[in-house]
Each structure stands twice: as C-alpha cells, then as structure tokens.
C-alpha cells in the first residue's frame, strides 16, 4: 500500500507560503507548516484539519542553520519527505545608497543563506531514498529589476535562481530535482505592506497583461506540479507565474 506523500514548506504560516502548502493538501499530501510564526502555523494546521486535510505545525528559523537542519532530519523520521520548498523569504524596500550592513545581512540570511541549507537538508533526507522534489522560491526580480527600491531584495532573488540551476545539476543523478518558481507580484500581507492598494491595482493594470494580481493557490499549483510526476523531466527549471509581467 503507498504512504501518503509529505510535503515541508518554510515560511508557510501566511501568504504565498500558506498557499502552497494548501495546495499540497488539496493534492493530498500530508503539509507541514514551517515557521517562526508558531500560533500562526498551528491556526493553519487547525483550518486545513477542519476540512479535512492533514497537517503537522513545526517550528523552523531558516536563519539558525543547526535549528533548521536538525528540524528537517527530525520530521523526516516520522514523516519522510517527498518534497520540500524553501519559501520563507523578507523584503525590504530601502533605497540603495541607505542600505546598511544590517539590512543587507538579514535580507540574505533568509532569502539565500535560509533556503541553501534548507534546500541541503531536505537532499541528505530524500538522496538515501533515491528521489524526491526540492522547490526554491525566486521572484520574477531575479529576471529584472523590481519597480521600487529593492536592490537587496532583487540580487537576493537572483541568488536563488542561480542556485536552483547550480545544485540542480550537481545532485540530478541522485534521483532528487530541484526546480524552482518565480512568482510576480501576488496579493499578500507582504505585497501590501510594500504599496499600496491603489499603487497595487494601477500596478496590476499596466504592467500585467491578465490585468490582475496572482494568488497564492497559483503559486502553489505551480509547485505541486513541479513535485508531480508529470514533471519527471524538469530538473533545474525555474517556472515563472507572473500574469505574463516578464513579457
């Protein structure tokens, strides 16, 4: 009889994270919502249990690499792991010739530093076993500049992708892919604390040719189908969900 599938997302209490990891469940994965935010992570587990689905909360800082790893190997005794995506992710709009030491070394201790170790974890779990799915979450700025003042935020993003191609390549053989998915701009909390409603729906309108803003569901579709076996062939590929915003 097949187990159930296992899915760890970081950063998934809210926003695109929480969307991913209820698209999991709803392709019927059993989720596991990584995060600092604990009482957030639980009340997630708690809506996806009240529908029916099946979740575990775990507490994971991307930024303490033995915290992080340890949590990893942990679940994946109990829970071993078909996939797991590094989305936890900070952003900050600060205008390059502001841009202190501090907030540069926050913004690549989660964005790049988290997901590396995040991204190496899960490959020790899942290379004993010959396959599974490891998903980075990069950003349609690490193609092109963001419109605001996020240097440090961009180049971070240009970091995971080029890290997506770079393990990609190196671990292939072991049976694990890693791929990765670049979202544009998606309504979030984040998004919002970025600009404003109206920059947003103006943004939206010009620059997007569907004309709208993506959802979380849809980045997280995109991660179940590059975990699925419909995607068996795609190793180092990073998809981009943007409404057609790089076109």
Known sequence: ????????????AQGIGAGIARSFASAGYHVIIADTAT??????????????????ALEID????????NAI????????LDCVVANAGVAHEIAF???????FDTVYSVNVRGAFFTLQAGF?????????????????????????????YDSSKGAVRSMIGAIAKEVATTGVR??????????TPLSESLASVSDLERLAQTKIPLGRLGTPAEIGSACVFLASDAAEYICGHTLVVDGGWLT
């Open 1 to 12: 009889m097949n187990r159930k599938k296992n899915a760890l997302i970081t950063g998934s």
């Open 97 to 103: 010739e502001n841009v202190s030491e501090t907030d």
């Open 178 to 187: 890693v791929n990765g998915v670049a979202p544009g701009t998606v309504q």
């Open 73 to 80: 190997y942990q679940i994946d005794k109990e829970l071993p």
């Open 39 to 56: 009482s957030p992570a639980h009340r997630c587990v708690e809506e996806l249990t009240s529908e029916g689905f099946t979740a575990t």
């Open 62 to 69: 991307v930024t303490d690499v033995g915290n992080l790893q």
């Open 124 to 152: 020790r779990c899942m290379s004993a076993r010959g396959s599974g799915s490891l998903i980075a979450i990069a950003s349609t700025s690490s193609f092109t500049a963001s419109t605001g003042h996020m240097t440090v």
